[in-house]
T-cell receptor, first 110, second 117 residues
Framework: EAGVTQSPTHLIKTRGQQATLRCSPI?????VYWYQQALGLGLQFLLW???????NRGNFPPRFSGRQFPNYSSELNVNALELEDSALYLC?????????FGEGSRLTVL | AQSVTQLDSHVSVSEGTPVLLRCNYS??????LFWYVQHPNKGLQLLLK??????LVKGINGFEAEFKKSETSFHLTKPSAHMSDAAEYFC???????????????FGRGTSLIVHP
């Protein structure tokens, strides 16, 4: 069984640009969570999608957005990139009550 | 509401000695508790989980944890550390509502385990 896959593995952008990160959940999982892991800050909850709808979002500005597609895959978009957006972005899929993580997408903003 | 506190940001042990990583939680309902491990520049891997069955939970790689409701703790232990155990460890709580929904999983800030030869 394939695990959670994320792409790209690494992404380098400059300030003001936009970044798009993608996540494919484990087959049969309808929930997708996005977390930001910046250096020294632990895992910060970004977004939760379930059955195609945004269920909750963390304390992040509106330039962080996303969506979930009918096949339950998900996109995270970050607009107007700032230097502090540099982080590992982790996606997790969930049946109910457990998280299965991908390997993450490393975003570097120069 | 729910929260998780990992009591140590860093734990340093010698190879072959016991490991203890401490986690306290708070939850309004019956929680599910997890420990995840993260090696550098990798995703998180599930070590073990407690979901209201046996209070002593055995996980992968020789780790285990004991759920103590009276102490609101879920400490992670291993009898003998190995160099490959050096990593970041996260304690996570998920509370399921009586209605079947759940809170957002809440992560502790992580404990960095350092293993000396």
């Amino acid at each position: 069984e394939a695990g959670v896959t994320q792409s790209p593995t690494h992404l380098i952008k400059t300030r003001g640009q936009q970044a798009t990160l993608r996540c494919s959940p484990i087959s049969g999982h309808t929930s997708v969570y996005w977390y930001q892991q910046a250096l020294g800050l632990g895992l910060q909850f970004l977004l939760w999608y379930d059955e195609g709808e945004e269920r909750n979002r963390g304390n992040f500005p509106p330039r962080f957005s996303g969506r979930q597609f009918p096949n339950y895959s998900s996109e995270l978009n970050v607009n107007a990139l700032e230097l502090e957006d540099s982080a590992l972005y982790l996606c997790a899929s969930s049946p109910v009550g457990e998280l299965f993580f991908g390997e993450g997408s490393r975003l570097t903003v120069l | 509401a729910q929260s998780v506190t990992q009591l140590d940001s860093h734990v340093s042990v010698s190879e072959g000695t016991p490991v203890l990583l401490r986690c306290n939680y708070s939850s309004s309902y019956s929680p599910s508790l997890f420990w995840y491990v993260q090696h550098p520049n990798k995703g998180l891997q599930l070590l073990l989980k407690y979901t209201s069955a046996a209070t002593l939970v055995k996980g992968i790689n020789g780790f285990e944890a004991e759920f103590k409701k009276s102490e609101t703790s879920f400490h992670l232990t291993k009898p003998s550390a190995h160099m490959s155990d050096a990593a970041e460890y996260f304690c996570v709580v998920i509370t399921l509502h009586a209605s079947g929904g759940s809170y957002i999983p809440t992560f502790g800030r992580g404990t960095s385990l350092i293993v000396h030869p």
